[in-house]
């Protein structure tokens, strides 16, 4: 059955690379998104973060695995690979439906969340200093200013009624946004747009991105490959199978012949 040895090699190393797919996409979240935004998001979300990447991981790592035993011939170890691989597929579906259905909630509730902690911490700009630099980073970087419009800032001790951060400004000199309130066409001076509806807009479209062109893809090479796996695991057992039938024959054939030899030297 050598083919179906060679179907299954080229089937677990297919595994890994899809696995590396799935470790990028985590990191592409995590880089972009979860570290970088970290004081504004949720726990949950690292934790969501984190399996993913350790799902890449873990798929990468089996799979190679997989394929070594395949060549072998390791029949337990192809077995335990095999298992764990099926595991992680099926969880991997599991929390895919699971987000899918869930999605409106989970973006709602990611919305609250970052509402309420961008609220905290521009109440501290200007006083903390970590608090400030992630303001201006992100106001800069994003093209936003405050949390859902720019007047949010008027409600702070730093805004005092009429004032904005510096990063807020379409160009950015010292002092270019004091007494915005006061001007009569605030749009040719500073942004206007908050930074939650901006952030969550691109978080959007790159999640829509990556479960498109990414995740869901990656999801539909899986269940085909575990369906290929089973299938060429069922010849490679008959193989196995017979290999070690062929042993032991062999094994009790030699056996016999030294006993017989050992008769006709006791005879002589």
Same mark, same amino acid.
């Given at each position: 059955?050598?083919?179906?040895?060679?179907?299954?090699?080229?089937?677990?190393?297919?595994?890994?690379?899809?696995?590396?797919?799935?470790?990028?996409?985590?990191?592409?979240?995590? #880089?972009?998104?979860?570290?970088?935004?970290?004081?504004?998001?949720?726990?949950?979300?690292?934790?969501?973060?984190?399996?993913?990447? %350790?799902?890449?991981?873990?798929?990468?790592?089996?799979?190679?695995?997989?394929?070594?035993?395949?060549?072998?011939?390791?029949?337990?170890?192809?077995?335990?690979?095999?298992?764990?691989?099926?595991?992680?597929?099926?969880?991997?579906?599991?929390?895919?439906?699971?987000?899918?259905?869930?999605? &409106?909630?989970?973006?709602?509730?990611?919305?609250?969340?970052?509402?309420?902690?961008?609220?905290?911490?521009?109440?501290?700009?200007?006083?903390?200093? +970590?608090?400030?630099?992630?303001?201006?980073?992100?106001?800069?970087?994003?093209?936003?200013?405050?949390?859902?419009?720019?007047?949010?800032?008027?409600?702070?001790?730093?805004?005092?009624?009429?004032?904005?951060?510096?990063?807020?400004?379409?160009?950015?000199?010292?002092?270019?946004?004091?007494?915005?309130?006061?001007?009569? %066409?605030?749009?040719?001076?500073?942004?206007?747009?908050? !930074?939650?509806?901006?952030?969550? &807009?691109?978080?959007?479209?790159?999640?829509? +991105?990556?479960?498109?062109?990414?995740?869901?893809?990656?999801?539909?090479?899986? %269940?085909?490959?575990?369906?290929?796996? %089973?299938?060429?695991?069922?010849?490679?057992?008959?193989?196995?199978?017979? #290999?070690?039938?062929?042993?032991?024959?062999?094994?009790?054939?030699?056996?016999?012949?030294? &006993?017989?030899? &050992?008769?006709?030297?006791?005879? !002589?």
């Amino acid at each position: 059955m050598a083919v179906a040895k060679y179907i299954a090699f080229a089937a677990f190393i297919i595994f890994a690379g899809t696995g590396i797919a799935v470790g990028y996409t985590g990191g592409s979240l995590l #880089t972009a998104y979860v570290a970088y935004l970290s004081p504004w998001l949720p726990g949950w979300l690292w934790i969501a973060v984190g399996i993913i990447m %350790v799902l890449g991981v873990g798929i990468t790592a089996t799979s190679t695995a997989g394929a070594i035993a395949t060549l072998a011939p390791k029949p337990k170890a192809f077995k335990t690979c095999l298992s764990l691989l099926l595991l992680m597929v099926v969880t991997e579906l599991a929390g895919t439906t699971l987000v899918y259905k869930k999605q &409106h909630v989970l973006g709602q509730a990611l919305s609250s969340y970052m509402a309420h902690s961008m609220h905290v911490t521009s109440v501290d700009y200007g006083l903390n200093v +970590s608090d400030t630099q992630l303001w201006d980073e992100i106001q800069m970087e994003m093209n936003c200013c405050g949390v859902v419009s720019y007047k949010d800032w008027f409600l702070t001790t730093f805004g005092n009624g009429t004032d904005v951060p510096d990063s807020c400004c379409l160009l950015v000199v010292e002092g270019c946004g004091k007494d915005v309130a006061n001007l009569a %066409v605030p749009d040719d001076e500073v942004i206007t747009e908050g !930074c939650l509806p901006t952030v969550l &807009h691109s978080i959007g479209i790159d999640y829509h +991105s990556l479960s498109r062109g990414v995740w869901l893809p990656v999801c539909a090479m899986h %269940v085909a490959l575990m369906v290929l796996l %089973v299938a060429t695991s069922m010849f490679l057992q008959e193989s196995y199978t017979a #290999t070690n039938l062929r042993a032991y024959s062999m094994s009790s054939s030699a056996v016999d012949n030294s &006993h017989k030899y &050992h008769q006709l030297d006791e005879d !002589c």
